[in-house]
């Protein structure tokens, strides 16, 4: 078989037993990789009902089909578990240099099962693997620990993947950082990591992704092309021009910038927090994923000195700016790097103090409460003792530590209205009252609230822009305004979710196809054929996408989610306060009529939520419907 | 008019500067303005004049005006 490695590394972490499993090409065409492959294992193999933090739970780190191919953008790998933020089917993915490393070194995916009696980490390298102590290691920030352990493997090109101390600690949103800079931050698979007593997995290869590509030439030319690509496209010039921070200004002009725990769509303060604010005060340099020419990282510098962590993203200025009511891009920047020095998600660590913050403004939580913090809206200094707090479960801490949706059935009263989170996750910094569709994905994701289901609403709002024009090879077929639910717009929900969780199952970022960015959906299509000798269509390699999203469903179903799960805080059926869009509020009679006609289209019973038998047998996932008792 | 080029729209101004001053001999539409510039208009996902969202389409602009254009954003 061609394009992959077709290696599946397994670990027992409580005995310390190895083993190597082959994949077969059968296989591989349906689940190549990513979202596809780490599902089909969770669903397979983790008994229904396991405890996140249970030794039995199954920590799957796999990369996507083209990971590591000498083609931009194509660097992701997924990370899954149990989630303990939601207690369903988690996931959470990342670029940076780690998966890249982990095919050179012969392995697709690692399946870690067990936990081991004492803290350890995984060395990979060239086909071997070695399980060794992290005794040392445990309770040290990040930084050190990648210095620790490329010194003692006497290897300074090893890539460390890792969690930091908000992971030991089970802090229900803790992350996963390699090389510092990259991160899968949702859904609490750090906290998984730290339950099983693993703290990193250090890889290092020799191999190169041409020499396992059926047609390599063919691979490079397309990698060549999209290099010149990244110079002429518009979306990705400016996204290595400013990177995602460059979206605020433009997100509170239309009125959609979440601010103060999403009850405004503006923030006064704007100019403090744009680009122009970052470029600044803070830049000192950009830098890339694995073989990507656009380049959208960016390094900075905080009081003089050149932070080890990289610059906050666009999600990171946003939760710990806007949201929490803070102007302070010094303060946003030291709180970037305290997430990531701790290794917590940022998203959910900001949008759970901007929810502690409109609770302490209330007068649900008081100073007796709050260790004597002041938590109020625009408190920087407030803001970032309680990140130190939360990673190491102190005092008020420790309840934030379980995510907004746990702190606010303890907190109790009013609470529950303010924890911005679906399933438990919290939102992303994207306000669905001005784009329905990310909305749509907020609530029907399986992971929770995520902003990356599907390319969003304005992308797809003008028959004659760029994007749209590069989304009609998908079926994309009639433009659609932001603030619809119309039949026409699950429509387009549904063929770009197939899409979106494709990129996840063979490596891409959300930054390189179209239509939010510039490689079109045929030059995809090209670089899965060309790695692997296949003939597949466009409506194959779709199907991909929609397997996967299907079995994350039925993890889920599994677990006892139903359709009431499928929806959103309520003060999105309500008003925003301020800005253009002030007084809008997503139609909650809208909302439910397009999620039914959604389930439609997905092949799903409009009351239950649960894949037809039908649909499941079309998708080649007849077998999986054992797991939901359907046959 | 003061133009203010905001996400990718410096990408097709010579220099790619973040704003630009253009002159303008008398009130002009706006589209047509930005067509002039090089600037694509069905890539314009919002317009701003002298700080009120307007319809790009139906914009006229004089020489004193402040012009800010964004493109659609997502993701991050």
């Not at chain 1, 200025?317 to 998600?345: Q, R, S, T, W, Y």
């Not at chain 1, 309840?399 to 679906?422: C, D, N, P, T």
């Not at chain 1, 079109?520 to 999203?549: F, H, K, Y």
């Not at chain 2, 303005?33 to 996902?45: D, Y």
């Amino acid at each position: 078989m061609y394009g992959t490695t077709a290696k599946v590394l397994r670990v027992n972490l409580t005995t310390g037993a190895m083993a190597i499993e082959t994949l077969s090409e059968d296989f591989y065409r349906l689940y190549p990789g990513g979202k596809a492959l780490a599902g089909y294992i969770l669903l397979k193999e983790l008994p229904a009902h396991t405890e996140p933090f249970a030794p039995e739970n199954v920590l799957v780190m796999a990369n996507g089909l083209l990971t590591g191919a000498p083609v931009s953008t194509a660097t992701r790998y997924v990370v899954s578990a149990r989630s303990p933020l939601t207690n369903g089917y988690g996931e959470s993915e990342a670029g940076g240099f780690w998966g890249p490393e982990l095919k050179m070194a012969g392995f697709e995916a690692i399946v870690f099962t067990g936990r081991a009696p004492q803290p350890v980490y995984l060395w990979v390298h060239d086909g071997q693997a070695e399980i060794r102590p992290a005794a040392h290691l445990w309770g040290q920030e990040t930084a050190p620990v990648q210095e620790t352990i490329r010194a003692e493997l006497g290897d300074d090109k090893i890539r460390v993947l890792q969690i930091g101390i908000a992971g030991e600690n089970l802090v229900r949103y803790a992350g996963i950082t390699n090389d510092l800079r990259h991160f899968n931050g949702r859904n609490g698979m750090g906290a998984v990591m730290g339950s099983k007593n693993l703290r990193a997995v250090a890889v290092r290869g020799s191999q190169r992704y041409q020499t396992l590509a059926y047609d390599s030439e063919a691979l490079m030319a397309l990698g060549r092309k999209l290099a010149k690509g990244v110079r002429e496209s518009p979306q990705a010039w400016d996204l290595q021009q400013r990177g995602t921070p460059g979206l605020v200004e433009a997100l509170n002009t239309g009125g959609i910038l979440p601010t103060r725990n999403f009850r405004q769509g503006t923030f006064e303060n704007v100019d403090d927090v744009k680009w122009e604010a970052y470029e600044k005060q803070l830049l000192t340099a950009r830098r890339s994923c694995y073989a990507c020419a656009i380049r959208c990282k960016r390094e900075v510098a905080i009081d003089g000195q050149v932070s080890v962590y990289g610059g906050p993203e666009y999600e990171t200025v946003g939760a710990f700016g806007p949201d929490c009511g803070i102007n302070d891009l010094h303060a946003i920047a030291k709180a970037n790097e305290l997430c990531n020095a701790f290794m917590l998600d940022s998203i959910s660590t900001g949008a759970t103090i901007a929810f502690a913050m409109e609770c302490f403004e209330h007068g649900l939580i008081g100073l007796d409460d709050t260790d004597g913090i002041e938590l109020r809206f625009g408190n920087a200094e407030a803001m970032l003792q309680m990140i130190v707090r939360i990673a190491r479960r102190q005092g008020f801490g420790d309840l934030l530590a379980e995510g907004s949706r746990r702190a606010a059935e303890k907190i109790g009263g009013e609470a529950k209205f303010f924890a911005m989170q679906v399933k438990g996750q919290e939102l992303a910094m994207h306000e669905p009252r001005g784009k329905y569709n990310v909305g749509m994905g907020y609530a029907i994701s399986e992971i929770g609230a995520d902003h990356l289901v599907v390319a969003h609403d304005p992308t797809l709002a003008n028959p004659d822009s760029l994007t749209f024009k590069n989304a009609r090879s998908l079926g994309i077929a009639v433009a659609q305004p932001p603030r619809s639910l119309s039949d026409e717009k699950m429509n387009h929900f549904y063929i770009l979710e197939r899409w979106n969780s494709l990129e996840k199952a063979i490596g891409y970022c959300f930054f390189g196809p179209a239509p939010r960015s510039f490689i079109l959906p045929e030059e995809v299509l090209v670089s899965i054929n060309a790695a692997t000798g296949w003939d597949m269509t466009m409506e194959e390699a779709l199907q991909i996408g929609e397997r996967a999203t299907n079995m994350a469903r039925i993890f889920n179903l599994r677990e006892g989610f139903s359709r009431k799960d499928d929806t959103l805080p309520e003060r999105l059926f309500q008003g925003l306060e301020n800005g253009p869009l002030q007084g809008n509020a997503i139609p909650r009679d809208e909302f439910e009529h397009a999620l039914t006609v959604l389930y439609g289209l997905k092949g799903w019973d409009p009351e239950t939520g649960q894949p037809t038998q039908e649909r499941l047998e079309a998708l080649s996932l007849g077998w999986a419907a054992d797991s939901i008792g359907m046959r | 008019m003061k133009l203010h080029l905001g996400g990718q729209f410096s990408f097709y101004i010579p220099g790619h500067p973040h704003q630009v001053d253009v002159p303008l001999e008398k009130p002009s539409r706006l589209s047509e303005i930005l067509t002039r510039l090089g600037i694509p208009v069905a890539e314009i996902n919002l317009a701003v004049v002298n700080g009120e969202l307007v319809e790009l389409q139906s914009a006229v602009i004089s020489q004193q005006d402040e012009v800010k254009i964004y493109p659609p954003v997502s993701g991050g």
